[in-house]
């Protein structure tokens, strides 16, 4: 067991007669006591509704919630706590971005350029603004091995393109796309870049002022934190432009029978009782993350990619999707004649958790030509051993269903 997974306190037991191996960090990750007893000690002394009473549990409620805000801006190096806006997680931060920016900015004849690899996510928002306005979704090509050539890609960028909506590095492949370089392009034409990071925050260090991003969304949950809370990234200048989609209590600023008005950036976009505890944890998540340091978090999650990468092409019949170097935290692969749900479940009565499925990536695995895949995927937590018996338990799936298969 590595040094991090005494942390982890699900990762301390036995899974159908075998130690636990988790390698579902991509969907979501396990929370390390530090997290776990934050949001415990917050119910249990601070526990109060914020920007409310002038109680002391309100004060500090309130103290423990705008302090998460504000770790949220330093780990991604936001200009102001302005541009933090606390959401449920990454999906419903894009959707703010659809629905109050995109539906109100962009109209008939414009373009919205995607990847082939992006999650449900961060596609269907964007295939109802197309509906809405009559802005037209269009394609960048991927490479055989699942990266984008930037060439390719400002071709493709034009006066006409009024958003770029891409994932900093694909759930299913482990890609890491030219953020930078495309920023450069889409800025160019005044266009605006939307970065889907749930799986790149958790990963690696992200500076949202040096990458030029116009929006960033993230969810807690995939980087050691609660779920149920998430983070929209937006420059200033823009989150201005937008109204509110929720109303209610905490976002007014003055309210009569017939009109009311808002409160300043961020509140404006944080209607009803938020998710305290949720942001709580996001701060100690944060805390712990950066105690290790991103740089030895991404360093580590390379190096089990490369490891793993490397034993999985062992296995004869076993075929591996992406990049083969300058990936992040998962392989994604199949054996051929079964299906990866099989596989799954042969890992399963192993006592390892894989996913298996389509993972909300439906036009990639088309682009695959695949119906589903296996995906393993790691953490701080994982190591070298998991990757190991990960294999093992490949090689007796492949053994079982070969002798099932005759």
């Given at each position: 067991?590595?040094?991090?997974?005494?942390?982890?306190?699900?990762?301390?037991?036995?899974?159908?007669?075998?130690?636990?191996?988790?390698?579902?960090?991509?969907?979501?990750?396990?929370?390390?006591?530090?997290?776990?007893?934050?949001?415990?000690?917050?119910?249990?002394?601070?526990?109060?509704?914020?920007?409310?009473?002038?109680?002391?549990?309100?004060?500090?409620?309130?103290?423990?919630?705008?302090?998460?805000?504000e770790k949220v801006r330093r780990f991604i190096h936001a200009a102001s706590p302005k541009e933090i806006i606390f959401t449920r997680g990454t999906t419903s931060a894009i959707n703010l971005v659809a629905i109050s920016y995109a539906r109100t900015h962009l109209s008939e004849g414009d373009e919205i350029l995607l990847s082939?690899?992006?999650?449900?996510?961060?596609?269907?928002?964007?295939?109802?603004?197309?509906?809405?306005?009559?802005?037209?979704?269009?394609?960048?090509?991927?490479?055989?091995?699942?990266?984008?050539?930037?060439?390719?890609?400002?071709?493709?960028?034009?006066?006409?393109?009024?958003?770029?909506?891409?994932?900093?590095?694909?759930?299913?492949?482990?890609?890491?796309?030219?953020?930078?370089?495309?920023?450069?392009?889409?800025?160019?034409?005044?266009?605006?870049?939307?970065?889907?990071?749930?799986?790149?925050?958790?990963?690696?260090?992200?500076?949202?002022?040096?990458?030029?991003?116009?929006?960033?969304?993230?969810?807690?949950?995939?980087?050691?934190?609660?779920?149920?809370?998430?983070?929209?990234?937006?420059?200033?200048?823009?989150?201005?432009?937008?109204?509110?989609?929720?109303?209610?209590?905490?976002?007014?600023?003055?309210?009569?029978?017939?009109?009311?008005?808002?409160?300043?950036?961020?509140?404006?976009?944080?209607?009803g009782t938020p998710v305290i505890a949720g942001a709580v944890g996001l701060g100690a998540a944060i805390d712990y993350l950066e105690e290790i340091g991103m740089a030895e978090v991404e360093r580590h999650d390379r190096r089990l990619a490369a490891y793993a990468l490397e034993r999985l092409e062992q296995v004869e019949g076993?075929?591996?999707?992406?990049?083969?170097?300058?990936?992040?935290?998962?392989?994604?692969?199949?054996?051929?004649?079964?299906?990866?749900?099989?596989?799954?479940?042969?890992?399963?009565?192993?006592?390892?958790?894989?996913?298996?499925?389509?993972?909300?990536?439906?036009?990639?695995?088309?682009?695959?030509?695949?119906?589903?895949?296996?995906?393993?995927?790691?953490?701080?937590?994982?190591?070298?051993?998991?990757?190991?018996?990960?294999?093992?338990?490949?090689?007796?799936?492949?053994?079982?269903?070969?002798?099932?298969?005759?």
């Amino acid at each position: 067991m590595n040094r991090y997974a005494k942390d982890f306190p699900i990762l301390n037991q036995v899974v159908n007669g075998h130690p636990l191996v988790y390698l579902d960090s991509s969907a979501t990750s396990q929370k390390p006591i530090q997290v776990i007893e934050a949001v415990e000690e917050y119910y249990k002394k601070d526990n109060s509704n914020v920007h409310r009473g002038v109680h002391t549990l309100g004060t500090r409620a309130t103290e423990d919630y705008e302090g998460a805000r504000e770790k949220v801006r330093r780990f991604i190096h936001a200009a102001s706590p302005k541009e933090i806006i606390f959401t449920r997680g990454t999906t419903s931060a894009i959707n703010l971005v659809a629905i109050s920016y995109a539906r109100t900015h962009l109209s008939e004849g414009d373009e919205i350029l995607l990847s082939p690899s992006e999650h449900h996510s961060n596609l269907i928002p964007w295939q109802q603004v197309a509906k809405v306005t009559g802005a037209r979704l269009k394609y960048f090509p991927l490479e055989p091995d699942g990266t984008l050539d930037p060439a390719k890609a400002e071709v493709m960028i034009t006066e006409r393109t009024k958003l770029v909506a891409i994932a900093q590095v694909s759930n299913v492949l482990g890609t890491i796309f030219p953020l930078k370089e495309l920023a450069r392009m889409v800025h160019r034409h005044d266009g605006i870049l939307m970065v889907d990071g749930a799986q790149s925050v958790p990963h690696m260090k992200v500076d949202v002022q040096d990458l030029d991003c116009d929006f960033l969304a993230f969810s807690g949950h995939k980087m050691l934190g609660p779920t149920g809370i998430g983070v929209l990234y937006g420059k200033e200048r823009l989150l201005e432009q937008m109204e509110p989609v929720e109303f209610g209590g905490e976002m007014i600023d003055h309210v009569d029978l017939y009109e009311s008005t808002w409160k300043e950036l961020p509140w404006k976009f944080e209607g009803g009782t938020p998710v305290i505890a949720g942001a709580v944890g996001l701060g100690a998540a944060i805390d712990y993350l950066e105690e290790i340091g991103m740089a030895e978090v991404e360093r580590h999650d390379r190096r089990l990619a490369a490891y793993a990468l490397e034993r999985l092409e062992q296995v004869e019949g076993l075929e591996v999707y992406g990049p083969r170097e300058d990936r992040i935290g998962l392989v994604t692969f199949n054996i051929r004649g079964i299906h990866p749900h099989d596989v799954a479940t042969v890992l399963d009565s192993e006592g390892i958790a894989v996913r298996a499925g389509h993972h909300c990536c439906q036009p990639l695995m088309r682009w695959l030509d695949v119906s589903a895949t296996a995906r393993a995927s790691f953490h701080i937590y994982n190591d070298e051993d998991d990757i190991d018996r990960l294999v093992k338990a490949v090689q007796k799936a492949k053994e079982f269903f070969g002798d099932v298969l005759g």
